[in-house]
């Protein structure tokens, strides 16, 4: 079957080699404490993998294309870095890579919407992975509506990161009122939000949000929030055109089971549960017409 990962990060070799020090030179403390986190095992919550071995982790695991994410960066600066650099990504791979852009509201209108077109003149593709609870600008906030305005005439679809109201705590964890990506799907009908780690579940909670045609959603960290279950619940309410398949590569999503973070396990569990071509790649594929 066909595999597209819509949701996976990657990082600058700078950021690699040292991506604490690297993260407070940049002030961007909640990347600090994420990148030094660790399991009780010991093992770190996540890797940084190059280039190079991202692509031999999507051969191993039978990974088409990888869409590549920015994280919700707390500076613009940081942004404009992550940018250039899945810029040169998509140059160098096209036909393994496609990458989302990524910014900070808070930098105001202009900047954002001049990092856009630079970023769209670049090859990019989309807008995410934002947080706005967690980068500090509020869904209505003027600077954020001329990213989403943008995004539109763009056609950029917008994955934002979204967390469930009942999962369990856990370092790091943001609140993302689920009533937010609500008003923004209303607000913004001309923008596709796709709503990271299965929208929260927002889908199963509230029967609207499956009635609205902008609304998608990811299946990033799935394992590390919910059952193999999820996949049939989920499904068996909501279009399999509205899921997109996403690992959230390079986090270790079976810490109990593999040392090192794969795509290929998470591939077996979606397919296992009967996850259709359209989940695997087809939707992400016709929306970005990647062919």
Same mark, same amino acid.
């Given at each position: ?154 056609? $950029?679809?917008?994955? +934002?990161?979204?967390? #469930? *109201?009942?999962? !369990? =705590?856990? @370092? ?6 689920? &009533? ?17 780690? $299965?929208?929260?579940? +927002?889908?199963?909670? #509230? *029967?609207?949000? !499956? =009635?609205? @045609? ?6 990033? &960290? ?25 690992? #959230? ?5 079976? @810490? ?36």
């Amino acid at each position: 079957m066909r595999v597209i990962d819509c949701h996976v990060h990657l990082y600058p070799p700078e950021t690699n080699s040292a991506p604490a020090a690297w993260g407070s030179i940049r002030g961007e403390n909640d990347w600090v404490a994420m990148c030094t986190r660790q399991r009780k095992s010991g093992r770190p919550v996540q890797r940084f993998p190059g280039v190079d071995e991202l692509l031999r982790k999507m051969d191993r695991a039978g990974v088409e294309r990888a869409v590549l994410l920015g994280w919700y960066w707390l500076y613009a600066t940081t942004c404009r870095e992550q940018n250039a650099f899945f810029a040169e990504c998509v140059r160098v791979h096209p036909d393994r890579l496609t990458a989302f852009a990524t910014v900070q509201p808070r930098g105001g209108a202009a900047a954002t919407t001049v990092e856009m077109r630079r970023a769209h003149a670049e090859g990019l593709s989309g807008l995410g992975e934002l947080c706005p609870q967690a980068q500090g600008y509020a869904i209505d906030d003027p600077a954020f509506a001329a990213a989403l305005a943008l995004a539109g005439q763009f056609r $950029w679809p917008v994955n +934002l990161h979204v967390t #469930d *109201p009942n999962i !369990r =705590d856990y @370092p790091g964890r943001v609140e993302t009122p689920l &009533a937010d990506f609500m008003t923004l799907a209303r607000a913004w009908p001309q923008v596709d939000f796709v709503l990271a780690h $299965w929208g929260g579940l +927002l889908p199963l909670r #509230d *029967p609207l949000a !499956r =009635d609205l @045609p902008n609304l998608f959603f990811d299946t990033a &960290a799935s394992p590390l929030l919910y059952d193999s279950s999820v996949w049939s619940r989920f499904l068996a309410q909501v279009p399999a055109e509205k899921v997109w398949f996403g690992s #959230d590569f390079p986090l270790n999503n079976y @810490p109990k089971l593999d040392a090192e973070p794969s795509m290929r396990r998470l591939i077996t569990e979606a397919t296992a549960a009967g996850a259709p071509a359209a989940v695997m790649a087809e939707n992400v594929a016709r929306r970005l017409a990647l062919g």
